[in-house]
């Protein structure tokens, strides 16, 4: 095993072999220099790229140090302007590395290299990063000893375009003018380089509907290209784009027209048939047209963007759909995919022709090929929950057109492809990482490749928690920050690179990773239970589709759209502890009302058709109808009742549980194999802020960090039905949790939680502050995707652990969902603020159901209507008692104490048995 370990390690190790060749003189490798210079030039990438590499290793072996490290910045150059962004990163790093040992921090090179590791974290839409190393390269650019001027206007430049994507306009306008300023001070004019910042900036007035200074400052770029480069040059027709699409959003779309047919015109004759950059001007007229509902013309547009972008396909009919091989840009096919069947999708309602919903189908399987490609391409999840989000508008259509069609058809078919693309478009980069875990089990991989990726991510882990400590101190030090910068760049590649050469090297796992992992219809059916109905919601702009499932039936109903996601959002608005504590019936009425139409929109459709056998509902949800535990909806308000507590809520009729998606609900986990039942954790802190600042009620919700009173409480009472561990006060540390957490059937945190909803990486689980420990205290969810759980339930009795940022096509990363991606099948999570007290009570009736042998769902249905049945005027409210649900599996656990209820019971039947037996004999 020793050598298959070493023979594994040396496969994934990049040998760099020495390119340096023997130049004649440095004026000889000078001109090699130029000529890889004009190849980058020209877009000859590749061969600039080789020739730059083969320079590098010699000018380190003459110490040249400035052209050594110029040449270290030429290659990451030529790496992001190839969109190989992690090895630019690694390019980059060594680059900064070596200016600063080399040339010092006061120097041009440092300055660049800076800069490209900005512009790689802005390709990688990882804005926090790409704001870190443009801020030192502008530090760099403005302490005066460098003369940079249209390198200082580049950084300006791509700092305005990092505050533009965070939306923060005011400081994107600042940094475009002053890009502007630097080049105007150096060249005394208004150069090229900058017609693009002056598009930037009107890109940010249109964005917040300024439309006036939008076309002041397009026409400002426009002039400065057409003035420098003539009116055939293809930088002019990204004015041409702009131009369009800002007349059609500003009512003219002929007008808009003009200008992105105008565009496509130059681009086809400077740039060829074959291009991206082409195929993008093309969807775009096509979307142009479908706005104006010519849905012919969109068709024909989009076909011809298709074309453009596919190598070796020239079918122009819009019949036909290309391969799904040597495309140009997957994004730009994607989206050209999409919009083909949406357009589709409104000429047969335009025209009522079934053979548009039959074209529509078709290519949304083929962007469901490209979708599945994608994602298997791409390593990160970040990249994969990118691809979500078109992925998300194709699977809509798919889900319109297959409803279309089931509708007029009445064929089982069409309803398995719509229950396919709404499983597609769920959680997709969890079931992934499921079936990851399921397929190292399966293709049975070495022990030393397992323990050596679980190593990686474990530094990985620690690299992170590391860095986000020092960039949650409000002056930290920069160059603290870039050096782990730096080692979690390593380590991020060398996971990549590990999982890449084990794809390469055991096809079995591979095929088991990137199987299809979706349920047909029928198995979720041969699944469920009699009492069970699987109730998924999609929609898209303007329709509300419902597919439901239950044991010998399924059906798929729509109902327009209407107000359901602005009375989600107002009921989510009334859903919090201001509005429980105010004694103002407007507050009871408008919560009533909302829930009530949410009812009738969302459930009075389904449950009409549902049999009365069926009393168990499970919801899979996305956007923002996922925000809300259906519970807590109530069927009708004619009575008009005065108190929460007599409502006719969901939950008083049904039990209620929730799942990602029901092919991850029905996933097949490893056998789980416990040592103990309970591991049960309850933190003390030390009181922070201002106690008195709060209610006597506001002091026991558990999102601040204050003493909790009912915590320790709480798994004392969980106690007396499972068995199990403890801990308390200090010993309910992040450490302990780690140290043990491997060994339990179920995980009980009663605690502080903090949910970060700009970087869900960051939310959090708070133990004890063990200060002689070397955890930090904090759990990230970070930490908590790289561990392997082996529990069948975690109760995460804290606040707000069930929500997060909202993916399109993934959810939300929640703390909840991170267990769930750590292996857990079962979660119990907070939607809210969670009350001490109630939260206590609670958790004390759902494990003493729990221990009675009911599954998860109707234990906690059950231990809801109890705390509601028992709540006062206040804590009847839903804020008080509503906010738990069950995520996941809800089949029972079975606790010491329900085996031996099981033992009696079994004992009795045999004795009772005993007894009429001899009661016959006597006779």
Known sequence: MAKLSLTFILSIVVISTSLSQEYASLEEALRYFEIADSLRGSGNYDSSLYHFRKLTPYYKEQQHWPKYVRCLNKTATNLWLMRRLDESIEVSQLNIDESLKYLGDKNIETLFAYGNMGICYIYKRDHDQAEEFLLMAAKVAEDGKIKAGEETASIYNNLGLVYFRRRSWDNAINYYKKAIDVRVAYSGKNTLSNASSYSNIGGVYWSIKDFPNALKYFKISSGIRQSELGKDHPDVAYDENNFGFLYADMGEPEKGLKHLLRAVEIRSKSLGKKHTLLSNSLYRVGEVYADLENYDKALEYFQKAMVSNVIGFEEESIMVNPPIVDYVSGHSLLISLQKKSQAFVDRYRQKNDTSDLLLALSTTLSADTLIDESRNIHLRDRDKRLIGIEATKAYAVGIACTFELFKITKKQEYLDFAFYFSEKSRAATLAKSLANSKAKTLAKLPEEIITFESDLRKKQSSIRSQYYAQRSKSNYDSSSVLETQIKLTAVNSSIDSLILTIETNYPLYYNLKYQNNILSRETIQGKLKSDQAIIEYYHDYSTLYTLVIQKNNSQILSTPLDSVL?????????????????????????????????????????????????????????????????????????????????????????????TNSASILFQDYESRENNKSLLSMAPSYDATGDLESYSSIRSEFRDKILPLKWNTQEIEEIKKYFDGDNFTNLNASEEQFKKNVSDYQIIHLAMHAFVDHNDPMLSHLVFANDSSSSEDGLLYVHELLNLNLSAEMAVLSACNTGVGKVDQGEGAMSLGTAFSYAGCPSIVASHWAVDDNSTSKLMSAFYNNLAQGLA?????????????????KITSHPIFWAGFVVVGDTSPLQSDNYMIWILLAVGLVIVIGLVMLMRKKSR
């Open 856 to 872: 998860k769902d109707v234990a906690l249905k059950e231990a809801k209507l109890e705390v509601l049945k028992n709540g006062d």
């Open 566 to 658: 602005d009375q989600t959002a107002k009921l989510k608005a009334n859903l919090s502890l201001e509005s429980a504590l105010q004694e103002d019936s407007d507050i009871f009425t408008n919560l009533a009302k909302h829930s009530n139409y949410l009812y009738k929109k969302l459930l009075n459709p389904v449950l009409d058709t549902l049999p009365k056998t069926v009393n168990r509902l499970i919801f899979s949800t996305s956007g923002e109808i996922a925000g809300i535990p259906f519970e807590l909806l109530i069927s009708d308000i004619s009575d008009n009742p005065s108190d929460f507590s007599s409502l006719p809520y969901l939950i008083k009729n049904y039990s209620v549980s929730y």
